[in-house]
């Protein structure tokens, strides 16, 4: 099972901080005692020193040695006795323990004591030792020798005292150990919380730069380590939102450099027919016109205005039609390189259609769009508006019936679908296949009389295909539909929420009979 961050934490704290409890509770119960018979022993050392500097016999008697021997005594909880060379007692504690001590000393002296000892340290002058009183069932601690006066000595510290010094210090330690696990576990989980919610959120956060939501970024701050490891998270997402813009295109413009040997003789030949066969009506008229007017057919300014009109509208054509021939040109030659960049499309579109509600107005027809939430796509945001330009262009010179131009937006499988729809004849399903190509035109006197070329729908497979998405065309009982996809911004949230209700738009009669994806 795996653990979180936090928990490891909070097990290594308390493990840790248990671990020096045990290990001071288990010194305290194996090794204090050794420590202060240590410093015990130490203790009697020192005074035996002390006692031992005395030169004369005489100053055994003063009332200052006898002070400084009974400090001792008192300071360390000591018993002590001191004899003369011919076993008469000097100096000694409470009488009991006086007669005690004596009777004891002579005992080592003579070598005749048969008490259970242990010898800690020997020399020629002193033995220290534990002894245990079988008569009290005590053990002392113990240390008897000869000055250098030749006066003999004993002094003991009962061992019982160290004994309960350790009890109570474990004792102690372990209520200590109690409180302090409780303490320290609300510590560690406070300071757990608080190292482990920045990493928390950088693990978030590298998990929305996986699914490259560039919006994500860290917000808990701090000047330490993990706050600056933020700022670069930071950082690391606007360099990749860039990369990525920049890979796509390259991308991009790598897989058009593969087609384009393949696909540029065939563009040029058929390039050239279709021209010269679409320019030749209006050439036509216009010579025919021109002539009309040096041969004075007619010589009323009424006719010659009529003529220069013609000439002038068959003109105006040719040039709209060489200008679309020009961008077509440069689309499908890769000349025109695709720029794929980050855009709200929504926003595009409300542009496009308060651009085109002049001319739709002049046909009498109504364009529905009401989306109000914002859908960020990647793509060329010149050539989408190209494409959308040209949907609604299509549309407004096709629009009949109720004349409603209705344009959709809608989420799905991470791309964008948009569409746009007009009242209408449907298309023939033999031609729905055609209408594509360059050139092509379903209703050639329709087509003419508002001036197109058959070209901008072949605008709109270029583009399309030169950014490598679907689009298409769907026929309804009561109209057309065309649509097409963008790569969606899968990573930002939409920001916008719809501020109403949409309209309800007029519904489509009867099931798609028609339906084209290129």
């Known amino acids: 099972m795996r653990k979180s961050l936090k928990t490891q934490i909070a097990v290594l704290f308390i493990g840790v901080i248990g671990f020096v409890f045990l290990a001071n509770w288990c010194t305290n119960n194996f ?14 050392q020192h005074i035996y020193d002390a006692m031992n500097k005395v030169e004369d016999e005489d100053d055994y008697l003063t009332d200052e040695f006898a002070d400084n021997l009974s400090e001792f005594c008192t300071r360390y ?15 000694g504690t409470e009488n009991y323990q006086k007669q005690e001590l004596q009777g004891r000393l002579w005992g080592y002296l003579m070598g005749i004591d048969k008490s259970e000892t242990e010898v800690l340290k020997e020399t020629d002058d002193y033995a ?68 482990t919610t920045p990493l928390q959120e950088l693990t978030e956060l590298s998990k929305r730069m996986a699914d490259l939501d560039f919006d994500a970024k860290y917000t808990s701050g701090g000047q330490n380590e993990i706050g600056q490891l933020g700022e670069h998270f930071n950082q690391m997402s606007e360099t990749l939102e860039r990369t990525i813009s920049e890979l796509k295109t390259a991308n991009n ?16 030949k058929e390039f050239l027919s279709n021209v010269s066969h679409e320019l030749k009506t209006p050439i036509a008229l216009i010579q025919g016109y021109a002539e009309g007017l040096k041969e004075c057919i007619n010589d009323d300014a009424e006719s010659r205005d009529f003529y220069c009109e013609v000439i002038m509208d068959e003109a105006a054509k040719m040039n709209n039609m060489v200008r679309k021939l020009l961008t077509l040109n440069h689309l499908e030659s890769g ?35 009401d989306e109000t939430e914002s859908y960020y796509v990647w793509a060329d945001e010149f050539k989408t508006e190209e494409v959308v330009t040209n949907f609604v262009s299509n549309a407004i010179n096709h629009v009949d019936f109720d004349k409603v131009i209705e344009i959709k937006m809608r989420k799905e499988n991470g791309k964008i679908h948009t569409s746009v729809f007009n009242t209408g004849v ?13 050139f092509y035109k379903v209703d050639k006197a329709r087509t003419r009389e508002y ?68």
């Open 335 to 369: 000349k025109d390189a695709i720029v794929f960049e980050r855009f709200d499309l929504t926003k595009l579109i409300h542009s496009v259609v308060n651009s085109a509600e002049l001319l739709a107005d002049q046909k009498g027809a109504k364009i529905l769009f």
């Open 253 to 268: 413009q790598l897989q058009s450099d593969i087609e384009e040997k393949i696909q540029i003789d065939e563009m040029r």
């Open 426 to 438: 449907p298309i023939p399903e033999a031609d729905i296949d055609k209408i594509w190509i360059k």
């Open 31 to 44: 090794l204090l005692e050794r420590y202060y018979v240590a410093k015990k022993e130490a203790a009697l």
């Open 128 to 195: 220290i030792q534990k002894t245990k009183d079988f008569k009290e069932n005590v053990d002392y601690l113990e240390m008897w020798g000869e000055f250098n006066t030749g006066y003999y000595f004993m002094m003991r510290v009962p061992m019982d005292s160290i004994r309960d010094s350790v009890r109570t210090s474990n004792e102690f330690l372990g209520y200590f150990i109690i409180i302090g696990l409780a303490v320290s576990m609300i510590l560690i989980s406070w300071m757990s919380r608080k190292i």
């Open 77 to 91: 909880n000591l018993s002590a006795i001191i004899l003369t060379d011919e076993f008469v007692p000097l100096y």
């Open 451 to 518: 001036g197109g070329s058959g070209i901008g729908l072949s605008i709109v497979k270029a583009i399309m295909d030169s950014m490598h998405q679907k689009f298409g065309v769907r026929n309804y009982d009561n109209g057309v539909e065309f649509w097409f996809e963008l790569e969606a911004d899968n990573g930002r949230k939409m920001q916008s929420e719809r501020a109403e209700e949409l309209t309800k738009l007029p519904k489509k009669k009867g099931e798609e009979n028609g339906e084209n994806e290129l």
